[in-house]
């Protein structure tokens, strides 16, 4: 249900709380206390068969007996007493409740009977096993906290009420305040993607921090994070880091994703900024929320110690940080004005005694340089120059926290005095730090979140839309593995899908005795100088365990013999195991390529992962592998190959050529559409790709299936992240010229500005409410980079130029019950029935996807809208609160949905 009614809970008018109580050290006591101590101005209700009074407040038997329907309840009471409660608050017609009560999630019947209670009212449940919720704006605490917080922007959502409690303490200690605090239990309802969808539009909320210790309903989570994070900074803690890694499945990649490592990829791909402790939450927080993302982050240092300098780039490099390299013009400015035996490098030591002009006068220099992103600015204390002088310097080139548009963190290290000057930097906005490790760790949070923030918006080209694929060769191979009860494909079958996938394999043919592996060796060897032999087996996953590879065979006789080896190795390893053939094929050596490995797998929580890294033999004691979650497209491929340490030696260095990276990425989104199409997959290695300037080729490959899910069709359900539609497309004739009908990409942000330019200034205010001019490329990007989950775009593209004649767009509540839409025909095209086609096609696709209605504000001078949408069979009403504007609305049928 998302956010349905949650609004109840944060801004309640009315609060009953049951199991209120006055014995001294009771749950029921604190809670009516924190409620009352907090100065909530509406009513308090406490309900409590025992008491006539309770806090010196009237005290009721039962819920029926309170004399207005409360906004909120808070219950307290034994677990078995829940669900009536429940029950009764719902008939009452309270609408939320915070369940503090602990115990529900031992008990699934409790629990259970808990959820079925609230579901006829649609009553929203906190908790169980929570300490509360605390709205400082509101004036309400409703948790046993043993501190009111303090207004401020931030909301915290945690799933640990003790970590809760904590964090209250210290941001007490650290004058940090609060919008909401929403401790989140066991989170049998609302969960923590239902508030980040509520926060997300919460104007008293400007910044995010979560405690997270496990993420239920991920295609949701990451819907509502995706859409938190790109209106504000959102940062998590997530515990568990170090748990037992998965066990190896069947094939490698089961052993190399690890759970942990799944999760990171997955927080990035929200745009969100992970941290690591408690301690660096709220700085991390305070850090990104100053800045807006930064298109790179390379860090210059200026300091007057090249000890505290070198220290902090110490740190910067621990952080994965990038030095700046500075330029030979502000090398030579700075030559000018430093005194001769300056550092003439990065960290910039200005000496000992710079007084507050040479501050000023080298910062103003370094901030101007286009190779600079972050200006870290550091003071030690001396004798020879006041530190609090020098803060005042920097304070005056400030402006936002910035100087020339650049992020500035300072670091005045020291006691007394550098207290002081922390104070004037502070007070003019600047962040502040103590040590050289705390910037530096401020320099790499701003790093990693304007990273994750990259890639909600970076736009793959428009000629990697697609991956070109035989879906029915696949389809057919994977039916006859599961039709004779196997969960391995053999390598001849794991090469024919990945082929089928456009990833290039070497020719391999399947003898099927040693004897016809000299026949096929000796075919081969006519082209080829050398071949390769090895093990076909049922029983065998892994064929290097057992010896079941043989490489550089130079004759047929050595093929034949090479095939003999490999069986008697095997009956050696086990009696039992059989030989079902020998696969041969040639010898592939290219100079000056890498062996690289591509995977997928299964996490528990998140679905389907793909893998990239070092490939061979040794590839799990390398471990140099990264994750992300598909659907991939090449600019998210390209960013998964660069995470890794072979990822820069693709790149070429000295005498080694550049691997053909293209190839890869292609490679990479190949697997990521086959995860897509066929949710009968489990897992794959494609160990080694082969990867050079020549392009890439597959040695061997390795796929593992569930027999029972052939039958599955995509796009695949189990991915955190909605896939591409790509079974909505629609051709349509209008007026002697055809139309493609598609669901939006990334890539079609290219089309807008032709399309923009030729649609009228009136055109486009209809469609905005407002006249704008110009479109910002980052605006361009968000219009064409959706959430599929929420969001939907149909787009008109002319069959024969392709060019953008239409728009139609969906935005769906976080309910998923009502969706906005809007419409936008190219002014020249209008007329012919294009507006009708893609109002139609819009409306389809909300009806499959279970929305209930869709509706759009119109202008009421918008004629022609109006009339299109009442003959379409909306119904138009006035807008309440502005005369300008008209409501149409459409009320759906429910069809057959799509995946």
């Known amino acids: ?56 407040l009237r005290c009721y038997r039962r819920v029926a007996d309170v004399p207005s329907v409360p906004d909120l309840a808070v219950i307290v009471t034994p677990p078995k007493t829940v669900p009536a409660l429940i029950h009764e608050l719902g008939v009452k017609g309270t609408r939320a409740a915070i369940v503090i009560t602990a115990g529900l999630g031992a008990d699934q019947g409790l629990r259970q009977a808990m959820l079925e209670a609230a579901r006829p009212f649609l009553l929203r449940i906190i908790g169980p096993n929570t300490v509360g919720l605390i709205v400082p704006s509101a004036k309400l605490n409703a948790s046993f906290a043993h501190l009111q917080a303090q207004p401020g922007g931030i909301a915290l959502l945690s799933q640990s009420g003790a970590i809760a409690t904590s964090l209250i303490d210290w941001a007490a200690d650290n004058d940090v305040g609060f919008s909401k605090i929403v401790s989140l239990g066991d989170m049998a309802d609302a969960d923590a993607g239902d508030f980040l969808d509520l926060l997300a539009g919460d104007p008293e909320t400007h910044a995010i921090v979560m405690y997270l210790e496990t993420i239920s309903n991920p295609r949701k989570f990451l819907s509502a994070a995706r859409a938190a994070a790109r209106v504000k900074p959102v940062v998590a803690i997530k515990a568990g880091r170090h748990a037992e890694a998965a066990k190896a499945a069947a094939t490698h990649t089961g052993a190399l994703s690890g759970a942990d490592r799944v999760v990171d990829a997955a927080l990035r791909r929200a745009g969100i900024l992970r941290i690591e402790g408690l301690g660096e939450l709220f700085n991390a927080t305070e850090t990104i929320a100053r800045f807006p993302p930064l298109e790179r982050s390379r860090v210059a240092i200026v300091t007057n110690g090249g000890g505290a300098g070198v220290l902090a780039v110490d740190r910067l490099i621990d952080f994965g940080c990038a030095l700046a390299d500075l330029s030979p013009e502000t090398v030579g400015s700075l030559d000018r004005i430093l005194p001769a035996n300056w550092s003439r490098a990065n960290p910039v030591d200005i000496i000992g005694d710079a007084p507050a002009y040479r501050y000023k006068t080298a910062v103003e220099t370094i901030a101007r340089d286009v190779g600079v992103d972050i200006l870290i600015v550091m003071n030690c204390p001396t004798g020879l120059a006041s530190p609090v002088d020098a803060a005042h310097a920097i ?34 906005g600047l962040a502040s ?24 918006v970076r736009v793959p080209s428009r000629q990697d839309d697609e991956v070109p694929s035989d879906r029915a060769l696949v389809k057919s191979v994977l039916q006859k593995v599961a039709a004779e009860g196997r969960r391995m494909l053999n390598e001849t079958e794991a090469k024919a899908v990945i082929a089928a996938y456009g990833i290039p394999v070497p020719q391999t043919v399947v003898a099927k005795s040693a004897e016809e592996t000299e026949a096929v060796a000796r075919s081969l060897l006519a082209s080829a100088p050398k071949v390769v032999v090895k093990l076909i087996s049922k029983s065998i996953t892994h064929k290097s365990d057992v010896g079941g590879v043989v490489v550089d065979i130079p004759t047929a006789v050595a093929a034949r013999q090479a095939a003999e080896a490999i069986a008697a190795r095997l009956k050696v390893h086990d009696q039992t195991a059989i030989v079902d053939g020998f696969a041969v094929q040639p010898m592939i050596e290219r100079k000056h390529a890498w062996e690289l490995f591509l ?80 949710p009968c997959v489990l897992s794959m290695d494609i160990n080694p790709l082969i990867a050079s300037a ?42 002697g010229r055809v139309y493609r009908l598609r669901p939006i990409r990334p890539s079609d942000a290219a089309l807008y500005p ?91 696709y909300a009806a499959a996807d279970g929305l209930q209605r869709i509706e759009g504000l119109v202008l009421s001078e918008n004629s022609k809208m109006l009339k299109m949408c ?30």
């Open 599 to 678: 995977g997928l797998t299964r996490d528990p929580i998140f679905g389907p992962v793909v893998l990239f890294g070092s490939g061979g033999v040794s590839v799990e004691v390398v471990a140099d592998t990264a994750v992300a979650l598909p659907p991939l497209d090449t600019v998210l491929a390209s960013d998964l190959i660069d995470q890794t340490r072979v990822g820069k030696l693709l790149a070429g260095f000295r005498n080694e050529p550049a691997a053909d990276r293209i190839a890869i990425c292609k490679a990479l989104t190949a697997l990521s559409q086959m995860t897509i199409d066929f």
């Open 433 to 456: 730090y103590d040590t050289p490790s705390d910037v530096a760790l401020a320099a790499s949070y701003l790093g990693r979140w304007s990273k994750a923030q990259q890639a909600l």
């Open 694 to 735: 020549e392009g890439v080729i597959a040695l061997d490959a390795r796929i593992e299936i569930d027999p029972q899910a052939v039958a599955r069709t995509g796009p695949n359900g189990d991915l955190a992240i909605r896939p591409y539609p790509s079974d909505w497309p629609k051709q349509v004739e209008l007026a």
């Open 754 to 844: 032709d399309f923009l330019a030729k649609t009228s200034s009136a055109d486009i205010r209809f469609r905005f409410l407002s006249s704008r001019k110009h479109f910002q490329d980052q605006m361009l990007v968000r219009l064409t980079q959706i959430d599929y989950e929420r969001e939907m775009a149909f787009v008109a593209l002319d069959n024969e130029s392709g060019e953008l004649a239409g728009i139609a767009r969906l935005y769906a509540d976080p309910d998923h019950e009502a969706a906005e839409y809007g419409l936008l025909v190219r002014t020249d095209l209008q007329g012919h029935g294009l507006g009708w086609a893609l109002l139609s096609h819009l409306r389809d």
């Open 1 to 56: 249900m998302s956010i349905r009614n949650l609004h109840h809970a944060i801004d309640p008018k009315s609060v009953v709380i049951i199991g209120a109580s006055n014995r001294a050290g009771s749950l029921g006591r604190v809670v009516i206390e924190n409620v009352l101590a907090a100065g909530f101005e509406g009513e308090i209700w406490p309900v409590n068969p025992k008491y006539d009074q309770v806090a010196g």
């Open 395 to 428: 304070a005056s080139l400030a402006q936002s926290g910035t100087i020339s548009g650049k992020p500035v963190l300072t670091c005045w290290l020291g006691g007394r005095t550098a207290r002081e000057g922390r104070t004037v930097l502070q007070q003019a």
């Open 870 to 899: 009442r003959e379409f069979g909306f119904t138009i009403s006035p807008n309440s609160t502005d005369s300008t504007l008209r409501i149409a609305t459409l009320t759906l049928q429910p069809q057959a949905g799509n995946s």
